[in-house]
């Protein structure tokens, strides 16, 4: 959920509304008061073998270390390490893992070491409360990077023991459960990281109770007026939800009398989770009266071949709607979820979804790869396990490739949403990928030598683009080339939607092309830097960027360069920090202009001037103002007045610094109505390579009149060419329209002004 997003409010004309402290006052108290002899009962009446005397020394030792402590809602800090031990014991885990749960403050919060818990717990759970214990020695720049840092230690941790993410994430829905003791800004911002990070973790481990809970509990927090409001429409319906449920689950029940099952099947009634319903209502614009899975029934049975005999069954009685089946069973979802799920038409009108699975596929539906430890039959072998895991190591192989550390809160949140679409090959294995993934991801996600030697793709039987968009259900074909030599093009950086895909070009420029990189790197800072206005000889490089250095893992210059040249530096997310890192050492430095407009017979020019007449009139290099532009203008020694842009970096930059003397020489001024000015500007088009390229832009400049000042092209080693022009033109809607029919001609990824 994106943390700028509005959400709906009561009527202004409806009676008082609340205000949001107001609605989450009302959170009722979660119930939390565990004690050990919980813990050693919920032990004792379960059918798993524990090691009881080595969990009540975890706890004692907890005890012991955190007493005194308190939590914000005033209780007894252990409450929390006990609620979490509690609810993996629910879920099945291990010993080590509830003895881990107990301990997985200690080191964070009290004295005690990890070769405390390793000398008296062993090594694993040593291992586990490492993994989830937070940094706080690290070297960071902000508060998303130190989020960033945390989440990778954590994933990486998970890579090697699932049981690390488990612990984690009931650590996160207890401190969810009880948010609202801690301060409004707070829970905000533990809300937005839970439905951003840890409830797509827990859906992709298939943990479904504990991915609804924290959205749901996110939720209320992120907008407790839309939370409100739905939790009233599903009270008030409650009595009608279930009456409709009793009566299908008894007619369905009715029907399988007259049918042979290997054991009698279990009929259930579900309700859809508050933020489901919200994501429905308010995200596909739906009433909820037209959400047809808010009344659910499931179906559980012994055998896969009783799941199919049933859906006959079902819509025999009931009339199914169209494209409102999917098979999870023959097509399972990335997180290994299997059922029937196929919507239909009771007699009273209302539709409603049937779920229907093996007793199996419930486990893992509900407990997901818990299911491991909870059920002996759940998942099988060490195969499915890895399955499990690939996507972790996935997530984890992405974000090495990138130097920027907050990337990996970026992949987290893409790579790990819900919605997939699933595209065949032509053998019929099925592929699982994010929605608006390409032929490229898709290639690349089925091998990455087939991504890197990608050609042309079919979907369908039909040639189509590399940007193609795939679609669920369609069979994919990669094309590739023969060619061993043969790699990846920059330009898919900007076409792949898969954070898989990405790290894997960059990886492949990353480990091919160093000394390619090295120069295309060099050259895009130092474009960079010109356009910016940021003078500095080559020698003051190294210790200009050694903050950079730091914060992008890099040793040397050239290492900089490279991490720039193949994508994993973004020059766009450090030029306004390092604008402003020079602007501070060089503030005397005053903008630098070239007169490019005499003043007229009169000594007037065409700016009109707020109480500064007759003066030599200069165009800043620094943001090429044209008629049009918003402008601002200022007061050189000698010079004249220099124009520039109100979003000029420069003129920003003296915003910040607010110093009266230099505020008093910035001047309002502003274009004539009738302007007739001709001025020249620079831009840059960037496009893949071919023959022709070049006529075809000067083909558009022609066309549109525009005289050429000055042109020139070169071609990158990355498959990319960049034109570069200097034309004289008279307004920015003039150089709008311009950029239009430029952007139109094949193959053009970008077109941006530029310092002349």
Same mark, same amino acid.
């Given at each position: 959920?994106?943390?700028?997003?509005?959400?709906?409010?009561?009527?202004?004309?409806?009676?008082?509304?609340? $205000?949001?402290?107001?609605?989450?006052?009302?959170?009722?108290?979660?119930?939390?008061?565990?004690?050990?002899?919980?813990?050693?009962?919920?032990?004792?009446?379960?059918?798993?073998q524990y090691d009881l005397s080595k969990i009540i020394s975890a706890y004692e030792f907890a005890a012991k270390a955190h007493e005194g402590q308190k939590r914000s809602s005033g209780q007894a800090y252990i409450i929390h390490p006990l609620a979490v031990a509690y609810t993996l014991l629910e879920l099945?885990?291990?010993?080590?893992?509830?003895?881990?749960?107990?301990?997985?403050?200690? =080191?964070?919060?009290?004295?005690? /070491?990890?070769?405390?818990?390793?000398? &008296?717990?062993?090594?694993?759970?040593?291992?586990?409360?490492?993994? =989830?214990?937070?940094? $706080?020695?690290?070297?960071?720049?902000?508060?998303?990077?130190?989020?960033?840092?945390?989440?990778?230690?954590?994933?990486?941790?998970?890579?090697?023991?699932?049981?690390?993410?488990?612990?984690?994430?009931?650590?996160?829905?207890?401190?969810? %459960? /009880?948010?609202? !003791?801690?301060?409004?800004?707070?829970?905000?911002?533990?809300?937005?990281?839970?439905?951003?990070?840890?409830?797509?973790?827990?859906?992709?481990?298939?943990?479904?109770?504990?991915?609804?809970?924290?959205?749901?509990?996110?939720?209320?927090?992120?907008?407790?007026?839309?939370?409100?409001?739905?939790?009233?429409?599903?009270?008030?319906?409650?009595?009608?939800?279930?009456?409709?449920?009793?009566?299908?689950?008894?007619?369905?029940?009715?029907?399988?009398?007259?049918?042979?099952?290997?054991?009698?099947?279990?009929?259930?009634? +579900?309700?859809?989770? #508050?933020?489901?319903?919200?994501?429905?209502?308010?995200?596909?614009?739906?009433?909820?009266?037209?959400?047809?899975?808010?009344?659910?029934?499931?179906?559980?049975?012994?055998?896969?071949?009783?799941?199919?005999? =049933?859906?006959?069954?079902?819509?025999?009685?009931?009339?199914?709607?169209?494209?409102?089946?999917?098979?999870?069973?023959?097509?399972?979802?990335?997180?290994? !979820?299997?059922?029937?799920?196929?919507?239909?038409?009771?007699?009273?009108?209302?539709?409603?979804?049937?779920?229907? +699975?093996?007793?199996?596929?419930?486990?893992?539906?509900?407990?997901?790869?818990?299911?491991?430890?909870?059920?002996?039959?759940?998942?099988?072998?060490?195969?499915?396990?890895?399955?499990?895991?690939?996507?972790? &190591? *996935? =997530?984890?192989?992405?974000?090495?490739?990138?130097?920027?550390?907050?990337?990996?809160? &970026?992949?987290?949140?893409?790579?790990?949403?819900?919605?997939?679409?699933?595209?065949? /090959?032509?053998?019929?294995?099925?592929?699982?990928?994010?929605?608006?993934?390409?032929?490229?991801?898709?290639?690349?996600?089925?091998?990455? @030598?087939?991504?890197?030697?990608?050609?042309?793709?079919?979907?369908?039987?039909?040639?189509?683009?590399?940007? !193609?968009?795939?679609?669920?259900?369609?069979?994919?074909?990669?094309?590739?080339?023969?060619?061993?030599?043969?790699?990846?093009? %920059?330009?898919?950086?900007?076409?792949?939607?898969?954070?898989?895909?990405?790290?894997?070009?960059?990886?492949?420029?990353?480990?091919?092309?160093?000394?390619?990189?090295? #120069?295309?790197?060099?050259?895009?800072?130092? &474009?960079?830097?010109?356009?910016? %206005? #940021?003078?500095?000889?080559?020698?003051?490089?190294?210790?200009?960027?050694?903050?950079?250095?730091?914060?992008?893992?890099?040793?040397?210059?050239?290492?900089?360069?490279?991490?720039?040249?193949?994508?994993?530096?973004?020059?766009?997310?450090i030029l306004p920090r390092l604008k402003d890192k020079y602007e501070k050492l060089y503030a005397d430095n005053e903008p630098s202009v070239i007169p490019l407009i005499q003043p007229k017979p009169n000594n007037k020019s065409s700016i009109i001037l707020d109480q500064v007449d007759d003066l030599l009139?200069?165009?800043? *290099?620094?943001?090429?103002?044209?008629?049009?532009?918003?402008?601002?203008?200022?007061?050189?020694?000698?010079?004249?007045?220099?124009?520039?842009?109100?979003?000029?970096?420069?003129?920003?930059?003296?915003?910040?610094?607010?110093?009266?003397?230099?505020? $008093?020489?910035?001047?309002?001024?502003?274009?004539?109505?009738?302007?007739?000015? *001709?001025l020249q500007t620079s831009f840059e088009v960037t496009a893949t390579d071919r023959v022709g390229l070049v006529y075809d832009i000067t083909a558009v400049l022609l066309e549109a009149r525009v005289p050429i000042v000055h042109s020139a092209s070169r071609a990158l080693k990355n498959g990319n060419a960049?034109? @570069?022009?200097?034309?004289?033109?008279?307004?920015?809607?003039?150089?709008?329209?311009?950029?239009?029919?430029? +952007?139109?001609?094949?193959?053009?990824?970008?077109?941006?002004?530029?310092?002349?």
């Amino acid at each position: 959920m994106p943390d700028d997003m509005n959400f709906s409010k009561p009527s202004t004309e409806e009676a008082a509304p609340k $205000s949001p402290e107001e609605y989450l006052k009302s959170i009722p108290d979660f119930n939390d008061d565990f004690t050990i002899e919980m813990i050693i009962q919920k032990i004792l009446t379960d059918d798993k073998q524990y090691d009881l005397s080595k969990i009540i020394s975890a706890y004692e030792f907890a005890a012991k270390a955190h007493e005194g402590q308190k939590r914000s809602s005033g209780q007894a800090y252990i409450i929390h390490p006990l609620a979490v031990a509690y609810t993996l014991l629910e879920l099945g885990m291990d010993t080590d893992t509830i003895c881990a749960a107990l301990l997985h403050d200690v =080191v964070e919060d009290t004295p005690a /070491t990890l070769d405390d818990l390793k000398k &008296r717990f062993g090594q694993d759970v040593a291992m586990l409360v490492d993994g =989830v214990t937070k940094l $706080s020695k690290i070297p960071v720049f902000t508060k998303e990077e130190q989020q960033a840092e945390n989440i990778r230690k954590i994933l990486l941790a998970m890579s090697q023991d699932i049981r690390v993410m488990i612990i984690k994430l009931c650590d996160r829905l207890h401190n969810m %459960r /009880t948010l609202k !003791y801690r301060p409004h800004d707070k829970q905000r911002n533990t809300a937005l990281e839970t439905m951003n990070i840890y409830a797509p973790i827990a859906h992709r481990l298939g943990i479904r109770a504990v991915k609804e809970e924290l959205e749901d509990l996110a939720f209320h927090y992120l907008d407790p007026y839309a939370y409100s409001e739905i939790e009233n429409i599903l009270e008030n319906k409650k009595e009608e939800r279930e009456a409709f449920i009793e009566i299908i689950k008894s007619r369905i029940a009715q029907r399988f009398k007259s049918e042979e099952f290997t054991e009698p099947p279990q009929i259930d009634g +579900r309700v859809k989770s #508050i933020y489901g319903i919200y994501k429905k209502i308010f995200l596909h614009h739906k009433n909820i009266d037209e959400i047809y899975d808010k009344y659910a029934v499931r179906i559980i049975v012994t055998t896969i071949a009783e799941c199919y005999n =049933v859906l006959g069954l079902i819509h025999d009685m009931f009339r199914p709607l169209p494209n409102r089946f999917k098979d999870y069973i023959s097509t399972p979802k990335s997180n290994m !979820y299997q059922s029937l799920h196929t919507t239909v038409l009771g007699t009273e009108g209302i539709p409603f979804e049937v779920q229907i +699975r093996t007793w199996d596929m419930h486990e893992t539906a509900e407990y997901g790869i818990a299911a491991h430890w909870k059920y002996k039959e759940g998942i099988k072998g060490k195969d499915k396990m890895e399955q499990r895991l690939a996507w972790v &190591r *996935q =997530v984890i192989e992405a974000q090495q490739t990138s130097d920027d550390v907050e990337e990996i809160v &970026r992949i987290i949140k893409t790579d790990l949403a819900p919605e997939d679409i699933v595209v065949m /090959t032509p053998r019929g294995k099925s592929v699982d990928l994010p929605v608006n993934s390409t032929v490229i991801d898709f290639a690349y996600r089925i091998h990455t @030598e087939i991504g890197h030697r990608t050609v042309g793709a079919k979907v369908d039987g039909r040639i189509v683009p590399l940007d !193609y968009k795939l679609q669920t259900g369609q069979i994919c074909e990669i094309l590739t080339s023969k060619d061993p030599e043969k790699g990846p093009n %920059r330009a898919w950086l900007n076409i792949v939607k898969t954070n898989e895909a990405r790290s894997k070009i960059r990886s492949w420029f990353k480990k091919e092309r160093r000394e390619e990189n090295i #120069i295309e790197g060099k050259a895009a800072l130092e &474009r960079e830097f010109k356009r910016h %206005r #940021i003078n500095l000889s080559e020698s003051d490089y190294e210790e200009f960027l050694a903050d950079d250095f730091k914060r992008h893992n890099c040793e040397t210059l050239n290492d900089f360069y490279a991490s720039v040249g193949y994508g994993g530096v973004l020059l766009s997310k450090i030029l306004p920090r390092l604008k402003d890192k020079y602007e501070k050492l060089y503030a005397d430095n005053e903008p630098s202009v070239i007169p490019l407009i005499q003043p007229k017979p009169n000594n007037k020019s065409s700016i009109i001037l707020d109480q500064v007449d007759d003066l030599l009139v200069k165009f800043a *290099q620094c943001c090429n103002p044209l008629p049009g532009d918003d402008i601002v203008g200022f007061i050189t020694r000698g010079h004249g007045i220099s124009v520039h842009t109100t979003k000029c970096i420069n003129y920003k930059s003296a915003l910040n610094r607010n110093n009266p003397e230099e505020m $008093s020489r910035w001047c309002d001024i502003q274009w004539s109505e009738h302007s007739n000015s *001709q001025l020249q500007t620079s831009f840059e088009v960037t496009a893949t390579d071919r023959v022709g390229l070049v006529y075809d832009i000067t083909a558009v400049l022609l066309e549109a009149r525009v005289p050429i000042v000055h042109s020139a092209s070169r071609a990158l080693k990355n498959g990319n060419a960049i034109f @570069e022009s200097t034309i004289v033109i008279s307004s920015t809607e003039q150089l709008k329209n311009l950029f239009e029919k430029l +952007r139109k001609i094949k193959g053009v990824i970008s077109v941006e002004r530029a310092s002349l």
